[in-house]
């Protein structure tokens, strides 16, 4: 793995480092089911206080919440869940710099709109949270990024794992074409080795709910996922990435292939899921980005095509009295 | 013009198919269909019977994939999701060279090098640890059902991975995305997203090699023994429709011997178009389900 992780060691938490041949700490079913004890999750305030750090750092991503994430006892402690803080990032494609040096803090339970011009590296910087920018041959990062304290490129940090607690949806609806609605809900449960019965039909139905999709679908769950219409294959997507208990929600342009209608549904929803978990949007539409974000970010391309992040702030300042002249142009449209 | 062409191909078959019923048809009058159920091949009473060499050709094909796909599959997972491009590139060349060998050549590496090799080694070694189950019971020669099977494999391998290969390639990155953010490794990307997607390809990859499978004669003929009964062990010397008719129609004597090689050929032809029609359906059932690609079978 070509990542320059470039975290010191933090002297008090000897234990954040558990594994220093950087082996993944094994998938085991007990692990996964003692992460999400509600009580265990990190409690009110402790997330970004340092002394208390070390009593953290492994158990959100490490170790990992299950399902347990959407019973009425996580909620509590989802106040602070779900922090980013991305420091000098910078991502490659092989010798290409995609994206150069970027600072963001990501706010839990509040929507963060990435805008830009095509090609400004907001995509990649959405990948570079949850590690799937690293399964692209050549791709590397150098930089920190910190979910609740945690260096998420850490040596301790199984990149598999990680992708539970940060969920990902798509532009396009990728619903499993050979799966049920059903079986594609909970595809990411039976990863973990979670197949009893009750436990499963109980996540469908909360997953379902909060994609605002139960109603529609509750009397076909054993049909096939690729029967819906684009936008309830998308609230399907939504789902399934809610299913494995995640934290934050990173979607990638995800009403981009879908009609107004469809797109409004969704809007309504990432609303809705603001409550519960921190969300990241990649989004071309400048309208979107200012209907559903509390706070705004603007990309653009550099000389030497590196995206770099140009403002950050709250998306009613950005699109009426934005800090720099090349936002004030681009949320114009005088470029773009 | 495209049209007289493929009105051409329709013509030919149908031309090869009546052609072939009217030159049997004296067999047919005679056994009817016991024909096909008929066990001895008797030239000198004139009393034949094709279940010998229908019996080698299902019996040697169908053992052929099983030794084939299993092999094939994990070739073509591993040339399309595993290996980096400068070791897949070269291996699937390699792989489809394999198709290029001249069956009489790996018919004559059959008889001397491979037949031998299995002897003296798998198939002792089947003998001994599962001889008491009668189809793996002894003596193994080598030469026989067996050994042209293992052959019929490597002819087949070739194209069960590239066809393979393909399908897997194009099954969307966003399938394989879509699981990964889900939390997946590599291998249960393929297994999960990747496979279940290209199903209905790779059965008509496999269909495809079962297909050059019942029809491949010369290699077969040289290896399997050529000996007309029904073989009930693996290890037994039989004889395919095609090898059959391969190693008789020389000296065949105009009349009942020839018809009843000529049905021989019907019934194989049967049998493929039969498998091919099988296949077709499998294949659009899978994808009508809303399986992926309907096509590359």
Known sequence: MAIDAAQPETPGAPEGRQNPQGRPPPETEETAVAGHAPGVRHAPGVGHSPELRPGVQRLPIAVGPGPGDLTDGAAASEATAGLLEVRHLNAYYGTFRAIRDVDLSIRPNAVTALIGPSGCGKTTFLRTLNRMHELVPGATVQGTIELDGVDVYGSNIDPVRLRRVMGMVFQRPSPFPTMSIYDNVVAGLRLTGRHQRSELDAVVERSLRRAALWDEVKDKLRENGMSLSGGQQQRLCIARALAVGPEVLLMDEPASALDPIATLRIEELIAELKQSYTIVIVTHNMQQAARVSDRTAFLTMGEDRAGYLVEVDETSRIFTNPRERLTEDYVSGRFG | ?297
Do not use: C, H
């Not at chain 2, 194209?159 to 291998?187: F, K, N």
């Not at chain 2, 090699?209 to 040289?222: F, H, K, P, Q, S």
């Not at chain 2, 090689?261 to 049998?271: C, F, M, S």
């Open chain 2, 1 to 297: 013009m495209t049209l007289v062409a493929a009105g051409l191909i329709v013509v030919l078959l149908a031309g090869i198919t009546i052609r072939l019923a009217i030159e049997s048809a004296g067999t047919w009058a005679r056994f009817g269909l016991g024909f096909l159920g008929g066990t001895t091949w008797d030239v000198v009473n004139g009393v034949y019977g094709a279940l010998p060499f229908v019996a080698g050709t299902v019996e040697s094909s169908l053992l052929a994939l099983i030794i084939a796909v299993p092999l094939s599959l994990l070739t073509a997972i591993f040339l399309a999701e595993l290996a980096p491009r400068w070791l897949s590139v070269p291996l699937t060349f390699l792989v489809e060279l394999l198709a290029a060998i001249p069956s009489v050549v790996v018919g004559l590496w059959g008889v001397f090098v491979l037949s031998p090799f299995l002897r003296d080694t798998v198939e002792k070694w089947l003998v001994g640890a599962l001889g008491f189950i009668p189809i793996f019971s002894g003596p193994a020669f080598g030469i026989g059902l067996f050994s042209a099977s293992v052959v019929l494999a490597i002819m087949i391998v070739p194209t069960i991975v590239s066809v393979s290969r393909e399908v897997i390639v194009a099954v969307p990155g966003a399938q394989r995305e879509a699981m990964l953010a889900l939390g997946a490794t590599r291998w249960e990307t393929t297994r999960r997203a990747v496979l279940p997607y290209a199903r209905s390809g790779i059965v008509g990859a496999v269909i495809l090699g079962l297909g050059r499978a019942l029809g491949e004669t010369m290699a077969v003929t040289m290896v399997i023994g050529n000996k007309d009964i029904v073989p009930t062990r693996v290890f037994d010397q039989a004889q395919t429709i095609a090898s059959k008719i391969a190693t008789t129609f020389n000296e065949a004597q105009v009349g009942i011997q020839t018809q009843s090689l000529i049905a021989l050929g019907l019934v194989l032809l049967a049998i493929t178009l039969a498998l091919n029609v099988i296949a077709r359906l499998l294949v659009r059932q899978v994808a009508g389900d809303g399986g992926g690609l309907a096509s590359g079978g």
